[in-house]
């Protein structure tokens, strides 16, 4: 793969490695999905076909009080269960998403039952690589909200400054102080979605089964490197890759909405906005890969490294 001197890799180069992601992965990605998704939009199809048949209704009604609340906490513990499942499943077919990426242009050929067998391994040190994010830079926006809401309260309400503003004036500031601040975290959160974008493909690469303090010292260190020489044109196609993943969540809802209007069964519109979804978000991921790639490259001369470790747990 030919990378430019200095802009990073071009929309061409992008776009072309997409198309072959896309190509290869997007019919196995929308069966995972259907199998992820498919229990859970069962058991609510089931529920809902039952409350809208008269008789099943009836039948229901007529329950003693005992036997409806039984029905409430089977529904209620299915509705967990189900929930709980969902969320480690949807979680092993992203880590699945990277093993993909990381493993085609590491040039092994993984079967879907071996992508999947590793993602099961690495769950458990993936979620800790997420806690680890998140307490390094995701817990300063809850607390920066905090301060933001606290200090709002003082200072338009509590404070003899808040207490002589006119009622409209109060209301204005606030509204403009909740708006200013919002807009200001909201970008913050998209930065650092930015910034963390090569975490899961440098844990790919770096991890071998053991995540002490010297290891993630070494890790955002690392990452920190990355992100340096990603500055510039690379940053911004890592911008536009985001905001063009929006645009498609979007177009997926309005598509969604549109066929909602016509009469598709929602069971059917829930399915297909899932998969919709999860293709929008394997592309993207594909494209950061191809910048990730990119600044492996300019640090250490190669394109990436082959991690031989994760290759083994299949």
């Keep these: ?24 992965r997007s019919g196995l990605l929308t069966k995972r999905v259907l199998w992820i998704s498919a229990p859970a939009l069962v058991f609510f199809f089931i529920i809902r076909l039952i ?49 993909w990426l990381d493993s085609y242009f590491d040039g092994k050929n993984l079967t879907p039952q071996e992508s999947w067998k ?16 998140f307490y390094r830079y995701y817990v300063w926006i809850i607390l920066s909200i905090f301060v933001v809401f606290v200090l709002g309260i003082y200072v338009l309400v509590i404070s003899d400054f808040g207490r002589m503003l006119p009622e409209n004036i109060t209301m204005i500031a606030w509204s403009s102080y909740i708006i200013i601040s919002g807009i200001t975290l909201v970008v ?4 650092l979605k930015i910034k963390l974008s090569y975490a899961p493909f440098l844990f790919l690469d770096r991890y071998a089964g053991k995540a002490q303090s010297g290891f993630w010292q070494d890790f955002f ?17 890592n911008v536009m890759l985001e905001l063009g993943a929006d645009t498609a969540i979007s177009l997926v809802e309005y598509i969604t909405l549109k066929m ?4 598709v069964p929602s069971i059917a519109l829930l399915a297909g906005r899932e998969a919709g979804y999860r293709i929008v978000y394997f ?32």
């Design 221 to 237: 260190i690392e990452l920190d490197k990355l992100n340096k020489v990603s500055s510039g044109e690379s940053f911004k196609k």
């Design 51 to 99: 409350s809208n048949v008269p008789s099943m209704s009836s039948w229901l009604r007529d329950l003693d009080v005992s036997a409806q609340v039984e029905i409430v906490y089977l529904i209620t513990a299915v509705t967990i269960v189900l929930a709980i499942s969902t969320i480690i499943t949807t979680a092993l077919s992203k880590v699945e998403q990277t093993i």
């Design 188 to 191: 913050w959160t998209r930065y």
């Design 260 to 263: 909602a209007g016509v009469g």
């Design 118 to 133: 590793i993602a099961k391994k690495l769950y458990f040190p993936w979620g800790y690589l997420q806690r680890k994010l």
């Design 1 to 24: 793969m030919e990378h430019s001197t200095h802009t990073g890799p071009s929309w061409n180069e992008i776009f072309r490695e997409i198309g072959i992601q896309m190509n290869r």
């Design 283 to 314: 592309a993207k991921m594909t494209g950061k890969y191809v910048l990730y790639r990119y600044a492996f490259k300019t640090v250490y001369g190669n394109t990436h490294q082959v991690n031989e470790y994760i290759y083994n747990l299949k």
